[in-house]
Nanobody, 121 residues
Framework: EVQLQACGGGLVQAGGSLRLSCAIS????????IAWFRQAPGKEREGVSR????????HYADSVTGRFTISSDNAKNTVCLQMNSLKPEDTAVYYC??????????????WGQGTLVTVSS
């Protein structure tokens, strides 16, 4: 069974930093994308960042570009999100997910449980 476990959330003051981690287990594949999403109270879930196993490319939402960095450790099957210069509007539950491309027509998506990030003014 594919499992994702996110950790690293907590309380931090504006301008501070946090590092989130997502441990992934239960599968082997050559082509997959790991992403971070977040959802604030009363708001829709939004994509934050993603990284591709196939080519190592990274993408960021405009709201976090220059402040957040996504990275992967293939040996440990772990993806991290380094969050710097945090703002109160970054407060949300952060979720990691993986899209696994088993074939050209078979994509499978799995979600972690989420970890809470609270940024105080």
């Amino acid at each position: 069974e594919v499992q994702l476990q996110a950790c690293g959330g907590g309380l931090v003051q504006a301008g501070g930093s946090l590092r989130l981690s997502c441990a992934i287990s239960g599968f082997t594949a050559d082509d997959y994308v790991i992403a971070w999403f977040r959802q604030a109270p009363g708001k829709e879930r939004e994509g934050v960042s993603r990284i591709s196993k196939r080519d190592g490319s990274r993408h960021y939402a405009d709201s976090v570009t220059g402040r957040f960095t996504i990275s992967s450790d293939n040996a440990k099957n772990t993806v991290c999100l380094q969050m710097n210069s945090l703002k109160p509007e970054d407060t949300a539950v952060y979720y990691c997910n993986v899209d696994i491309f088993m074939s050209i027509v078979d994509r499978r998506r799995y979600w972690g449980q989420g970890t809470l990030v609270t940024v105080s003014s």
